[in-house]
């Protein structure tokens, strides 16, 4: 698992990679993480369904996913809902594999058959991603339906040669990999923008392009990880990733569906409003204060 502690890591750093930031002597707890207590918004709760503009009910998600190839469940990482949410739709589901974008190639925890277990095997609380409890109810649903978690991440050392020296660096790693379905025009103009957007504009188009090579490499893998687990595999990862414009969706062959959980925003009111990329079912959350 990768360390936040790694110089080059603030380089590595997509849209929905997890924050690297100045930690506090006293950093918050679980239960100490603040949410933003505010009259509820129409939305809140409420799940769209892309297809055909209207709202539906968890059965009928449910119901969805079961059809498909393999499943994706986008999420904001620091969001205790979205895990929540996440762990009951596993547990719903019974897939067979369930992978993650927290865990790398690297990571072994064969031997773990608790979440805790596997919390340790791969020294979580030094990977630089919120707390393990945040996550506790996701990976507690893998093990509860006796799914198999399963890395889908490259090690970090990849991801930062891949951003200084290229695809080539990968050598006998970047078999299967499907990089020439990377975004181009509008799609890549849109993770460009979200690239500048999320340095406050200070991404200079050397680090952007950097960047977008990490971010294609990580959509690429995550892909070749689904498809080489096969039907009733789960993909966990941030909503960037998942999105299916020009994240891990747009590198599969299989038929995918996507779930978003987005938090909802102050007067938010459009559930069509397309900001993940054509996710099959938008499922809208509080939000968090950060």
């Not at 790398?104 to 031997?111: I, N």
């Not at 379905?181 to 991404?203: F, T």
Request: glycine share 8%.
């Amino acid at each position: 698992m990768r360390r936040a502690s790694w110089t080059v890591l603030p380089l590595l750093l997509c849209a929905c990679g997890p924050k690297v930031v100045p930690v506090p002597a006293a950093a918050p707890t679980i239960e100490e993480v603040p949410v933003v207590q505010v009259t509820p918004q129409p939305l809140q709760g409420r799940i769209w369904r892309s297809s055909d503009g209207t709202f539906v009910e968890e059965a009928t998600v449910v119901e969805a996913l079961r059809g498909a190839d393999v499943v994706l469940l986008g999420e904001k990482h620091d969001n205790p809902e979205h895990h929540q949410l996440q762990g009951r739709l596993i547990s719903a589901l019974q897939a067979d594999s369930v992978a993650f974008e927290m865990l790398d190639a690297g990571d072994v925890f064969d031997a773990a058959t608790t979440a805790d277990e596997l919390a340790q095997a791969v020294a979580w609380d030094d990977s630089g991603w919120p707390e393990f409890d945040l996550y506790r109810p996701v990976f507690d649903a893998v093990f509860a339906s006796g799914a198999r978690p399963v890395a889908a991440h490259p090690t970090g050392d990849q991801v930062s040669a891949v951003m200084s020296e290229g695809m080539e660096t990968l050598g006998e790693a970047a078999e299967g990999l499907a990089v020439d379905r990377a975004p181009v025009d509008g799609h890549l103009a849109s993770l460009q923008q979200e690239i500048v957007d999320a340095h406050c504009g200070y991404a200079d188009p050397q680090l952007t392009s950097m960047m977008v090579s990490a971010q294609v490499l990580k959509d690429a893998w995550m892909a070749r990880t689904l498809a080489e687990l096969g039907p009733k595999s789960v993909l966990v990862a941030g909503n960037g990733h998942t999105r299916p414009d020009r994240g891990v969706p747009s590198y599969l062959d299989a038929s995918a569906a996507v779930v978003s959980f987005r938090e909802v925003q102050p007067g938010e009111l459009d559930p069509a409003a397309d900001v993940d990329g054509g996710a099959d079912f938008i499922w809208f959350t509080d939000r968090l204060d950060n």
